[in-house]
């Protein structure tokens, strides 16, 4: 069950009118290694999850990449509001204005919609968890190519706070490997 | 000729796994310092430094 | 938003964050007793905080977690996309 709150996780500003910005950050909204990948394939491989600890773990970190999602729509929400269509145009969101106004979807940065090809769920909690560490690295490096596109140190910041995030999530995750091997290794013995 | 006897000296690690080892929790950061730096922990504090030449 | 509903909004997100990372290590680390304490401890300063804005500013949440004054507030502006932080 899933319950919402009126708030961010993070303050997430912008102090600049970077305008292509927005189209770079869709990139963690609806790509491959974005915030609706990380949250989904979470949200689904915690069902076939061998312990309660890497349920939990699942679950919780999963609820958090909703709470990211939420971040990154309001920065690409920020940076379209009120800006002309001329300037859309002349920044290179011709085309998704064209498809999505300045609404926000899930894509990536080439327009591509989101699939569910971006996960798996193996039902194999070694393949699950090992994907889930790649994912999580994988994000990290699109958050520090993304701080190397702006020059907004509003938005710096809050991609500071996504990929810090990441890396946290990783050590979660190696950890609940290990406890996972623990579990299997402690049933051996009667 | 493949000598199987080899000697790894890992204690408790198996070859084809992967180990993160656990994090051991002693301090951490106050609230409104732990939001800017995206943790509680400062272990696990690793800001990014731009790579030169990139 | 006015300066003192973002300053408490902000100190609530600052508690809460806290939670959420000790929540995270706590999911693989149940046996850390001070961790488990200072996540209780946290966590009574989160409510505290929370009723505190709730009162005067309205829910911050739905289906039955916060209470709201009349007329229905949950629907009010500002969303959390549409804050200047």
Not at chain 1, 6 to 31: E, N, S, W
Not at chain 1, 95 to 111: L, V
Not at chain 3, 55 to 78: A, E, T
Request: net charge negative.
């Amino acid at each position: 069950m899933w319950i919402y709150e009126k708030k961010l996780q993070y303050p997430a500003r912008v102090c600049k009118a970077d305008v292509k910005m927005a189209k770079y950050l869709i990139a963690q909204y609806g790509g491959p290694d974005g915030e609706l990948a990380a949250a989904l394939r979470y949200q689904t491989q915690r069902y076939t999850m061998p312990t309660g600890q890497s349920k939990a773990t699942l679950t919780d970190i999963g609820t958090e990449e909703f709470a990211h999602l939420e971040i990154i729509a309001t920065l690409v929400f920020k940076l379209l509001k009120g800006v002309p269509v001329e300037i859309l145009k002349r920044e290179g969101l011709g085309e998704n204005y064209t498809e999505h106004g300045r609404g926000i979807f899930y894509s990536d940065t080439t327009g591509m919609p989101w699939t569910a090809s971006y996960i798996q769920c193996k039902d194999d909690v070694i393949a699950d968890l090992t994907e889930d560490m790649a994912a999580e690295e994988k994000a990290r490096s699109t958050y520090e190519h993304l701080i190397n596109l702006t020059d907004d140190p509003c938005v710096k910041d809050t991609l500071k706070f996504l990929r810090e995030r990441e890396i946290v999530h990783f050590q979660r995750f190696g950890e609940t490997l290990g406890r996972v091997r623990e579990f299997y290794e402690s049933k051996k013995f009667y | 000729m493949y000598d199987y006897n080899i000697n790894y000296n890992l204690p408790g690690l198996k070859l084809a796994q992967a180990y993160i080892p656990l994090q051991k929790y002693v301090s951490s950061y106050p609230p409104e310092e732990a939001i800017k730096k995206g943790t509680i922990f400062p272990e696990l504090d690793i800001p990014y430094i731009r790579e030169k030449m990139r | 938003m006015e300066i003192a509903q973002l300053s408490l909004l902000k100190k609530i997100m600052e508690i809460e964050f806290f939670c959420i990372d000790l929540n995270l290590y706590l999911d693989t680390h149940c046996q850390d007793q001070k961790a488990v304490q200072d996540y209780n401890f946290y966590s009574e300063q989160l409510n505290n905080l929370k009723e505190q804005y709730e009162k005067f500013y309205g829910p911050l949440s739905v289906f039955g977690y916060s209470k709201s004054q009349f007329p229905w507030k949950w629907v009010d502006d500002p969303w959390p996309w549409e804050i200047e932080y």
